[in-house]
């Protein structure tokens, strides 16, 4: 394989920067929306594209996958204020293309922006502009000379619960105006010096003139279900900022409640000391940085952050991006006066030559299984690439879908090859079940065999090398003698010319009554048409069955 761009190391901080990163590609999907375009692309290793779900709106910005192959992401209804990253709505599709939930939020209240973060209770997190007036802005104590025109629209944060096909309720709420920090008007209670405020934002930073009411311009929101928190980045004051979800709401507009005892206020921020009073230029160290999120479980550097840092430059003054990795301080602890830690990054990923590696605007980078990091360059040419911890690029692919234009807000990754469309059967109803396969375009032609499991899915059965993540039982047994028979359609056949292929498990009205309660699991062996020898095993789905 070769490259347009063979980037290098610049810089690793620290000896303890992240175990892994190997010198072959991840070998699961890349998943991207190119932001003129109402559609969303899932490609493989190979850079084929095996998987495409088609939006009536767009264009799109984040696009998420969740464990029933739903996919969940932002879409653009026209109707917003005209700033960079305005959408107005949410999507839900399924893994057919049916659409689930067409969510609006583009009123008078607020309009949806940029990014959301998926709740493990299936809520979502997502960033809104408040609509507001710069008079409103200046009672809070805005210095005037700071403004023009008559809009105001600060970020808030809104937790959605989905209560139909387009409607939702607003089951919790986080305002910026909340938790601001002023020292130009004596007469507002928010008067004082930001300097000793850090858990507040200084309301007239940065010292520029706002024409068109975004401050904040925050585009990247992440959340930590381990300590219930929530991350949210502003390129506009060069930071990011981490709060307490575990909240009311009430709690949240305050100063006092949650785990963390702080209501709504910061409980760490990094990028720009500067913005808190507790640093000088030369300290920042974001520059209009996207992606900004904590590293799952699970993954080599979890819990550590990892930034697209997109206008880092370079000492002589050469436009540059970056990527960081930083490892957080214990309980997010700050000396009187001193700057949040760390002084550096754990790793930053770059390039010696400015021209190799540049985007200016939007942009991601996710950490992989394997330890690599997946880096999307979205405003050079939609560069979506793969880079080890020593900084070799093993895989990389450009945008290639037929769009007016060819950036890309993120690219994401995902391992899994096989989802169903839902997660429960009801007992007493039954129906039908859909199995649909994705193995990659490698696998075209070859043979597939659905299975199933009431006993599990560790430590799984060994077939030639092949872990089948099943364990075997009477089910088990069935499912192989009875293939494409009775409740088992297509479990056994041959995937297409993508590699990808569809099965389902059609159970009749109170056939599976006598196992109410538990969990049944599904997942399929892939075999080489050629020479029989099977080569890989899915990733297994469960269904509970219920009444």
């Not at 929101?221 to 981490?242: C, H, R, T």
């Not at 575990?246 to 000391?273: C, M, V």
């Not at 109803?429 to 560790?458: E, N, P, Q």
């Amino acid at each position: 394989m070769s490259f347009k761009h063979v980037p290098t190391i610049l810089f690793a901080a620290s000896s303890m920067a992240f175990a892994g990163g190997v010198g072959e590609p991840a070998p699961g999907f890349r998943m991207y929306s190119p932001t003129g375009d109402t559609n969303t692309y899932l490609i493989d290793a190979d850079g084929e594209f095996v998987h495409t779900w088609t939006s009536n709106l767009g264009p799109t910005a984040a696009c998420y996958l969740e464990p029933n192959g739903v996919l969940t992401r932002t879409v653009n209804h026209g109707t917003g204020p005209p700033l960079g990253g305005e959408g107005g709505g949410i999507q839900r599709q399924s893994f057919d293309g049916t659409i689930t939930w067409d969510y609006l939020y583009d009123g008078p209240e607020g309009v949806l922006h940029h990014d959301i973060a998926l709740l493990p209770n299936g809520n979502v997190l997502a960033i809104a502009w408040e609509i507001s007036t710069t008079a409103e802005a200046i009672a809070e104590g805005r210095d005037p000379a700071l403004v023009a025109g008559t809009d105001w629209y600060p970020d808030e944060i809104i937790e959605l619960e989905q209560t139909g096909p387009d409607t939702a309720d607003i089951v919790w709420r986080w305002r910026m105006m909340d938790h601001v920090v002023q020292d130009f008007d004596v007469t507002k209670p928010n008067f004082g010096d930001p300097a000793d405020h850090p858990e507040l934002l200084d309301l007239n930073y940065p010292p520029t003139v706002v024409t068109n009411g975004d401050w904040n311009h925050c585009n990247a929101i992440d959340y930590l279900p381990s300590l219930d928190l929530i991350l949210i980045s502003s390129p506009f004051q060069n930071e990011f900022w981490v709060i307490d979800h575990s909240t009311t709401t009430a709690e949240a507009a305050g100063h006092t409640g949650g785990t963390f005892g702080k209501g709504g206020d910061f409980l760490y921020r990094w990028g720009n000391p500067l913005a808190y009073g507790a640093g000088i230029e030369d300290d920042q160290q974001l520059f209009f940085q996207h992606s900004t999120h904590w590293i799952p479980e699970g993954l080599p550097g979890a819990g550590n952050i990892l930034i697209f840092n997109n206008r880092a430059g370079t000492p002589d003054g050469l436009d540059h991006s970056s990527v960081v990795e930083l490892e957080l301080p214990p309980n997010f602890s700050l000396d009187p006066g001193a700057a949040y830690g760390p002084e550096a990054p754990l790793w930053v990923y770059s390039t010696p030559d400015p021209e190799d590696f540049y985007s200016n605007i939007v942009s991601s980078a996710r950490r992989l299984p394997n330890g690599n990091t997946l880096v999307c360059a979205g405003n050079q040419s939609g560069w979506i690439f793969e880079v080890t911890s020593a900084g070799d690029v093993v895989w990389e692919h450009f945008n290639q879908t037929p769009t007016p234009t060819s950036i890309v807000f993120m690219a994401s990754y995902w391992e899994r090859t096989l989802w169903a469309d839902r997660d429960f059967i009801s007992t007493s109803a039954g129906g039908l079940t859909r199995l649909d396969m994705v193995a990659g375009s490698k696998h075209a032609g070859d043979f597939y065999l659905v299975i199933g499991s009431f006993a599990g899915t560790t430590p799984g059965f060994d077939i030639n090398g092949v872990n089948l993540p099943l364990n075997p039982d009477p089910y088990f047994i069935l499912t192989l003698t009875e293939v494409n028979d009775g409740p088992f359609q297509d479990t056994f056949g041959v995937l297409d010319s993508l590699g990808n292929g569809q099965a389902g498990l059609n159970l009749p009205p109170g056939a599976a009554n006598p196992f109410v309660g538990a969990n049944m699991y599904h997942a399929y062996l892939v075999g080489n048409s050629a020479t029989q020898a099977i080569e890989m095993a899915s990733n297994a789905v469960a269904l509970e069955l219920r009444p």
